[in-house]
């Protein structure tokens, strides 16, 4: 489950923010389905999770946060919308965290929209990759 | 703990992410320390907190990621800079999510640099404040 390793001095990442929409509802309350598609993505985009919290809402709606090894991931849907927003930061050059935001859409057969990258921190520093 | 409400329909809101530096490093490595500040930050900025997770890294780092039903917050701290990411995204227009970066970052003694807020989702629909 857990990987307890952190590139030390990497300050430094992208944080990538998207909407998702056109989704069944039924997915976006299926709480096992959302965090299964949540780690897939995050995993094959090359990052490491370390812990997973959930949260379904009444009437509707589920949160899902990815704690990782490069930083975090979320899912905030809306099933009466059929809307998403997620969005994924990683630290370190490893993973690609707007893979992760598109494998994660593909999932839900859809595609990512107003999908906007922040680059943060410091430049990495000599050395580094 | 928990407050179930969510303003259904308010697919709608402001990310703030934010960093802050010359910090103490014991503080930043202070699980409950951390964890308090940003359960305090948040909730004074008008959010509801629903659970918190947190995990501290080897051999320094720790992240502290809160559920809100707004949204959510997260923190990563680099104790070996000094240094603190931060972002909190709030839908609905009750919580003020650079309050509460403001809020934090004064908890541990600093201001906020690099402030960004990307607004997300849709407007407010008609009869929404």
Same mark, same amino acid.
């Given at each position: 489950? *857990?990987?307890?390793?952190?590139t030390?001095?990497?300050? =430094?990442?992208? @944080?990538?923010?998207?909407e #998702? +929409?056109?989704?069944?509802?039924?997915l976006?309350?299926?709480?096992?389905?959302?965090?299964?598609?949540?780690?897939?993505?995050?995993?094959e985009?090359g990052?490491?999770?370390?812990?997973?919290?959930d949260h379904?809402?009444?009437?509707q709606?589920? *949160?899902v946060?990815a704690?990782?090894?490069?930083?975090? =991931?979320s899912? @905030?849907?809306?099933?009466? #919308? +059929?809307?998403?927003?997620?969005?994924?930061?990683?630290?370190?050059?490893?993973?690609?965290?707007?893979?992760?935001v598109?494998l994660?859409?593909?999932?839900?057969?859809?595609?990512p929209?107003?999908?906007?990258?922040?680059?943060?921190?410091?430049?990495?520093?000599?050395?580094?990759p």
């Amino acid at each position: 489950m *857990t990987d307890e390793t952190r590139t030390v001095g990497v300050f =430094a990442g992208r @944080h990538v923010l998207a909407e #998702l +929409g056109g989704i069944a509802p039924e997915l976006l309350d299926d709480v096992e389905f959302l965090r299964s598609a949540l780690w897939s993505a995050v995993t094959e985009a090359g990052a490491t999770v370390c812990d997973m919290l959930d949260h379904r809402f009444e009437p509707q709606g589920v *949160t899902v946060l990815a704690m990782l090894a490069e930083s975090h =991931a979320s899912i @905030h849907t809306y099933p009466e #919308l +059929g809307a998403v927003f997620i969005d994924v930061f990683t630290c370190g050059d490893r993973a690609d965290p707007e893979q992760a935001v598109r494998l994660f859409a593909a999932a839900l057969g859809t595609d990512p929209v107003a999908l906007s990258t922040v680059r943060r921190g410091h430049a990495p520093v000599e050395g580094e990759p």
